[in-house]
């Protein structure tokens, strides 16, 4: 009898929305990893030289951003309407099951001045990565952008430059949409298991 063992990236996403710290919506999905992602992991676990000793790669996931494109974005009179379809301008046609795209299609700013948010790891058991970030009512729904109706999700390497609009990502998932006010404050917790 022949034993055959895989080892697969498995992925999950949980957000969970709240308002004054009650829990008021909830999204569950499972991202894929784009070739860029598969590529990045494929050489981040070896050294393409031994003198001296050399890594192929020494950047981690960093980021998440978040984004109002993909085809399941459900509030597309909002995501088109001023001043949101001026400054982050798009089609809504990626979907989270074609693994060739490279960047989040809409994304959006956390702030005035930064695309990226950190995301930092925790591994609650030895074979699993939580990449967590909580963000604030502050965050994403500023002024003029009161109502940010969010769909899209991806994340980044270290590689990625917070303040450059449209960074290639190596995950990434689409969800129905949450509609991000200053009301509302929510977390993501993006799980991946080997």
């Given at each position: 009898?022949?034993?055959?063992?895989?080892?697969?990236?498995?992925?999950?996403?949980?957000?969970?929305?709240?308002?004054?710290?009650?829990?008021?919506?909830?999204?569950?999905?499972?991202?894929?990893?784009?070739?860029?992602?598969?590529?990045?992991?494929?050489?981040?676990?070896?050294?393409?030289?031994?003198?001296?000793?050399?890594?192929?790669?020494?950047?981690?996931?960093r980021y998440m951003g978040l984004g109002m494109g993909g085809t399941r974005q459900l509030?597309?009179?909002?995501?088109?309407?001023?001043?949101?379809?001026?400054?982050?301008?798009?089609?809504?046609?990626?979907?989270?099951s074609e693994p060739t795209m490279t960047r989040i299609e809409r994304p959006v700013r956390?702030?005035?001045?930064?695309?990226?948010?950190?995301?930092?790891?925790?591994?609650?058991?030895?074979?699993?990565?939580?990449?967590?970030?909580?963000?604030?009512s502050v965050d994403v729904s500023y002024a003029p952008f009161l109502t940010v109706p969010?769909?899209?999700?991806?994340?980044?390497?270290?590689?990625?430059?917070?303040?450059?609009?449209?960074?290639?990502?190596?995950?990434?998932?689409?969800?129905?949409?949450?509609?991000?006010?200053?009301?509302?404050?929510?977390?993501?917790?993006?799980?991946?298991?080997?």
């Amino acid at each position: 009898m022949r034993i055959e063992d895989f080892i697969e990236v498995k992925s999950n996403l949980v957000i969970v929305v709240r308002e004054r710290g009650k829990i008021v919506d909830r999204r569950e999905g499972h991202n894929i990893w784009l070739n860029l992602g598969r590529e990045y992991l494929a050489q981040l676990i070896c050294y393409v030289s031994f003198t001296p000793v050399t890594a192929e790669r020494d950047d981690r996931l960093r980021y998440m951003g978040l984004g109002m494109g993909g085809t399941r974005q459900l509030a597309l009179a909002t995501a088109n309407a001023a001043p949101l379809v001026t400054a982050y301008p798009g089609t809504n046609s990626q979907t989270d099951s074609e693994p060739t795209m490279t960047r989040i299609e809409r994304p959006v700013r956390l702030s005035g001045s930064s695309d990226t948010y950190q995301a930092p790891a925790q591994h609650p058991v030895a074979t699993q990565t939580v990449l967590s970030r909580l963000f604030t009512s502050v965050d994403v729904s500023y002024a003029p952008f009161l109502t940010v109706p969010l769909s899209e999700i991806g994340l980044f390497t270290g590689d990625a430059n917070p303040s450059v609009y449209n960074n290639t990502l190596v995950a990434y998932d689409t969800f129905d949409t949450l509609s991000k006010t200053a009301a509302f404050e929510f977390e993501v917790a993006w799980t991946i298991r080997f």
